[in-house]
């Protein structure tokens, strides 16, 4: 008999499917299209979503569906990463694994299942997590002696084999990294941002000194800052967690808190100085140079799918998906036109020509030539998927030996370059120019949005004014935790992060008046 969970009645009618809305029957084969991509637009509108500025929630849903990147799962708060929106998590997966091993991590695999008496052994991370806890108590048809914990977080399973793995400072640093599948039971779920299981890398070290751990905590954290911006070309704000938002069993969090298109902040990853609290609950220990007995100090770190939710929220709008170049599985997609039959075998055979270039130079292109849809049915759908560029080859480009070279970035006649040579070194540079301007710009038009939503305020009274207003809220902060909490309660805004970057000057708590050493970042959040 398969084993079985005992949960909570979450498992009840999962919610309808993402429907896509799909357009009316294409044509059929053969039929005609335009002659030269330069007339080829518009027409065949695929999947309308809702625009961005009627419903935020309404839209990134539409998108997730006629992009293909996810649907919903059977259980309820469960979701299918399909190929498309998996392609873009290992496309994350592929940067940080070589960073993970340029830094001295392997990677290895812990197991699912967790004894519930680990998680109990340090207090503060039970209590953080109990309620998130999806624990199976019969296997085989049979109660269990103990209740098994599906992993919802590592760390009490890694310390208890570093328990047995570490008996010397010879065994130190010890650093490793798992990618894995995580369960965390949540009532409220939006696909990627919060699901009850996703996927995740979380990293795991330990180190004979405070200053090695913390050393460690902020390289990780420096790692996820430059994924986000050169990568996914997403603006985030690195900085330290406060105390009521500290990850439960560390003694500090760092967070990259990145805005979304609707100003909601989402914690995109988190590196944490778990300081001696599980090593001392797990009796973690090793000698050290003067045979002296101490217990370690560790780190764990992690990036979730979340990150590919948080990319399409902060850079799609109303036509779907953008990609930023870097991270695109498709960074282009070729179209074929023609119009008469005798025209197809002179354009197909320079698109072939033109894919191999692009190829060979090691852009990851794609060529649709199905000819079951139109051009402009195909047009609207690579946009949708966020392919960032476009190229458009008719019997004309063919004659002039040139292409057509659209931007998803720039709508319209704007982002389209006609006449762009099809001679190997000239297309691909051109190409490669392309993308790398796709991408800054990406990250340009990110960071003016944010910038111009930050709000720098000096009492309490204009940090609602701002939270009121959708907007980020940022101001010296020495008040006590129960004035954090008051905050929440009153605004809904949390303390993102106190950020690395600090203002000099005196400071002085909008909250209270007494002095202040760092400014802190107020928003509401995913």
């Not at 949390?494 to 909250?511: A, L, S, V």
Request: proline share 6%; glycine share 8%.
């Amino acid at each position: 008999m398969a084993s079985l969970l005992r949960l909570p009645s979450l498992l009840s009618p999962s919610k309808p499917l993402l429907r896509r809305r799909l357009p009316a029957a294409s044509s059929a084969a053969g039929a005609a299209a335009p002659a030269t991509a330069a007339e080829t637009r518009g027409g065949d509108r695929e999947g309308q979503v809702t625009p961005r500025s009627v419903d935020f929630n309404a839209w990134y849903t539409d998108v997730i569906a006629a992009a293909e990147l996810a649907d919903y799962g059977p259980v309820r708060g469960t979701m299918v990463i399909r190929p498309y929106g998996y392609a873009i998590w290992e496309a994350i997966q592929d940067y940080l694994n070589v960073k993970f091993k340029e830094t001295g991590h392997s990677n290895m695999y812990f197991p699912q299942f967790i004894p519930y008496s680990f998680i109990e052994k340090e207090a503060s991370h039970v209590e953080g997590f109990s309620p998130e806890l999806a624990l199976v108590t019969i296997g085989g048809g049979k109660e269990l002696e103990e209740k098994l914990v599906v992993r919802p977080t590592s760390e009490t399973i890694v310390n208890h084999m570093f328990t047995k793995w570490i008996q010397s400072y010879r065994d130190l640093p010890l650093m490793i990294n798992q990618w894995a599948n995580v369960t965390r039971w949540e009532m409220r779920t939006k696909p990627f941002i919060r699901t009850l299981e996703f996927l995740w890398q979380e990293g795991h070290t330990a180190h004979a000194t405070l200053e090695e751990a913390e050393k460690e905590a902020m390289q990780m954290i420096d790692v996820y800052t430059k994924f986000a911006y050169e990568h996914a070309a997403i603006p985030v704000i690195p900085g330290r967690k406060s105390r009521v938002e500290t990850f439960a069993g560390a003694n500090r969090t760092y967070t990259i808190e990145a805005m979304m298109g609707d100003k909601k902040a989402l914690q995109a990853g988190t590196s944490h100085n778990l300081g001696q609290n599980f090593s001392r609950a797990f009796g973690t220990q090793f000698m050290d140079e003067n045979g002296q007995i101490e217990h370690v100090w560790q780190t764990s770190w992690a990036i979730s799918t979340r990150f590919v939710g948080g990319i399409i929220m902060t850079h799609g709008d109303d036509a779907g998906l953008m990609l930023p170049p870097r991270i695109a599985p498709i960074q282009v997609i070729i179209v074929p036109i023609w119009k008469k039959g005798d025209e197809k075998a002179a354009v197909l055979e320079a698109v072939d020509s033109v894919q191999k270039i692009l190829k060979e130079a090691g852009i990851r292109v794609k060529v649709d030539d199905s000819e079951l849809r139109t051009p402009g049915w195909k047009f609207n759908h690579y946009e949708m998927k966020g392919v960032p560029v476009r190229i458009e080859i008719g019997p004309r480009d063919v004659a002039n030996k040139s292409v057509v070279v659209s931007r998803r970035d720039v709508p319209g006649k704007q982002g389209k370059e006609f006449g762009v040579s099809m001679e190997p070194s000239i297309l691909v540079n051109h190409i490669k120019d392309r993308l790398e301007d796709i991408q800054a710009s990406l990250l340009q038009r990110a960071i003016t949005f944010r910038d111009s939503n930050i709000v720098d305020v000096s009492s309490y009274g204009e940090l609602k004014e701002a939270i009121a207003e959708g907007k980020w809220a940022r101001g010296p902060w020495s008040a006590s935790d129960a004035d954090e909490l008051k905050v929440k309660e009153e605004t809904s805004a949390t303390i993102r992060c106190y950020p690395f970057e600090q203002p000099d000057g005196i400071k002085k708590c909008f909250m209270t008046g007494n002095p202040a050493e760092e400014v802190a970042i107020f928003a509401k959040s995913y």
